[in-house]
């Protein structure tokens, strides 16, 4: 017997590992409400993960002398005050590889599809520092959204962080949703965050993707709003850690957030749990830092750093079109321009329903298309004086012929803006329909009747006039050459159909 014993000992001896682990390890004190109170932990790491009992982790978010604050990432049904609890030595992170396009996947990386799992070929850190100045540079290639109104006048360039605003029910995924659609063959991966999104919109959202293909490039990060506040408030970071794993193969990179007011309520949330000091709308004090610090790590870097870009599209929802409130200033101070959606305008029947006086982009002109400069900056300012005069106009029923003529040629332009949101346009086609609109050829066409004018004109250049759209997307200029083949061509097509005048 005893000699058995010393063999057994002596087996479990030669297959002991003697190196040293070092780690701390700590008890749990109080827990509720997907927040745990630890004891002990005296060198863990802010951001680091944490083992909580069986199969259940959390995420150190507060330091404090006596005790860590841990938000818990899982469910808390097996633990117990006194459980013991200890550091892993890593931050959080997201485990991806090529096999995570086409998938809808959680924060942490886990499949939402009910399709095989994901072969990780590397973890991205959720939190990192944004890429510095030298790493960086100018944004100069343009981003197409396929929408005529922003193409034109707020245009989009690869590495810009542009916000989309506007009151509940305005359209603001749908430009989101629809910019995706368009990337189409144009060499971009898009990932879509959807915060706090019912899952039945989510649902909806894949289904809509995969039937125009467009889930053959694109990553959907779901936290919805039946996940836990932890989820959500993970949520942003894990999308934009999918984009960097791209981004380091020298790719260009669309995200949307939608929408980062869900997200700041999220993170309210975790906080108030937390007992950290609250501030203005009872928001803590590093709201700002919550999103500076994700919207930093979109960028265009240069050449030696693979030449890659990150554009993100945030959605922010307000409350009455107050533009004014916490959050909405916060995140226009961080980006650099808004597309502002107005609920009269949608209610009036303009989609995308974009008011262009308070929209902006900061620095996507610079990278718009020289074709499109040349048609947007005359439709820009036929634009505004109709909206200038038509607010004057209501007062007055006899308008002398000038100003009648550019409300008529106003009241064209913006109908010619009108768009589905899941019908984007290709470039050359938006700049062959401004120009016509601009340059006076829809001034007798009836306002009910320009929609279906344009469809013809269309499906005439495609047909019959096919080497001016070739051109203008070759060059993308329009030379003299092409600016006298497309006065022949819409004059041609004015006389020989007038069933519209």
């Known amino acids: 017997m005893k000699q058995s014993l010393l063999s057994v000992l002596e087996q479990q001896l030669d297959g002991l590992s003697l190196d040293a682990t070092k780690r701390s390890v700590g008890k749990i004190v109080s827990f509720g409400d997907g927040i745990a109170t630890v004891d002990g932990l005296d060198q863990v790491m802010s951001g680091e993960l944490i083992v909580l009992g069986k199969n259940t982790y959390g995420l150190a978010l507060n330091l404090k002398a006596d005790h860590v604050g841990v938000v818990l990432l899982s469910e808390d049904r097996d633990l117990r005050v006194g459980d013991t609890v200890s550091t892993t030595g890593r931050l959080l992170s997201i485990g991806v590889s090529d096999q995570i396009i086409g998938r809808v996947v959680d924060p942490l990386g886990a499949p939402l599809d009910a399709k095989p799992p994901i072969k990780i070929k590397s973890y991205e850190a959720l939190e990192k520092i944004a890429p510095g100045v030298i790493t960086r540079k100018s944004v100069t290639v343009p981003l197409q959204t396929g929408i005529k109104a922003i193409d034109a006048m707020i245009p989009i360039g690869r590495g810009q962080r542009e916000l989309i605003i506007g009151d509940r029910g305005t359209g603001k995924s749908a430009i989101g949703l629809g910019t995706i659609l368009n990337q189409k063959g144009q060499n971009v991966i898009c990932v879509y965050v959807a915060i706090g999104q019912k899952r039945s919109f989510v649902a909806q959202t894949t289904a809509v993707l995969e039937k125009a293909g467009a889930m053959d490039y694109t990553v959907i990060v779901s936290a919805s709003a039946s996940d836990s506040a932890a989820m959500q408030f993970l949520a942003p970071y894990a999308g934009v850690s999918v984009a960097e794993f791209f981004l380091k193969q020298g790719k260009d ?39 500076s610090r994700l919207l930093e790590r979109a960028c265009r870097l240069n050449d030696d750093n693979g030449g890659g870009s990150i554009t993100a599209l945030p959605i922010i929802e307000t409350q009455a079109s107050d533009v ?25 029947g303009v989609k995308p329903a974009i008011n262009v006086g308070l929209s ?7 990278a718009q298309l020289k074709s499109m400069k040349q048609v947007a900056g005359k439709m820009r ?63 007798g066409i009836k306002l009910e009747q320009v929609k279906k004018w344009e469809e013809a004109a269309l499906d005439y250049l495609k047909s019959s006039h096919s080497s001016i759209l070739s051109s203008i997307k070759k060059e993308a200029k329009i030379t003299e050459e092409t600016d006298k083949q497309l006065k022949s061509a819409f004059a041609t097509f004015a006389t020989t159909h007038t069933e519209w005048r």
Do not use: C
């Open 253 to 291: 990179v669309l995200v949307i957030y939608d929408d980062l007011s869900k997200h700041a309520v999220a993170y309210r949330e975790i906080s108030l749990l937390l007992r950290r000091p609250s501030g203005r709308e009872a928001y803590p004090g590093d709201v700002f830092y919550l999103h």
């Open 324 to 348: 004014s409130a916490y959050i909405p200033t916060n995140v226009i101070s961080i980006t650099d321009g808004q597309i502002y959606l107005e609920a009269d305008l949608f209610n009036a």
């Open 360 to 366: 902006v982009s900061r620095v996507g002109s610079a």
């Open 381 to 443: 300012l036929d634009l505004a004086q109709y909206r200038e005069l038509a607010a004057f106009a209501q007062f007055s029923s006899d308008l002398d012929t000038k100003t009648k003529a550019q409300l008529d040629r106003g009241a064209r332009v913006a109908t010619i803006l009108n768009q589905q949101w899941d019908e984007p346009m290709p470039v050359e086609e938006q700049v062959a329909v401004i120009y016509a609109a601009s340059n006076g050829y829809l001034d």
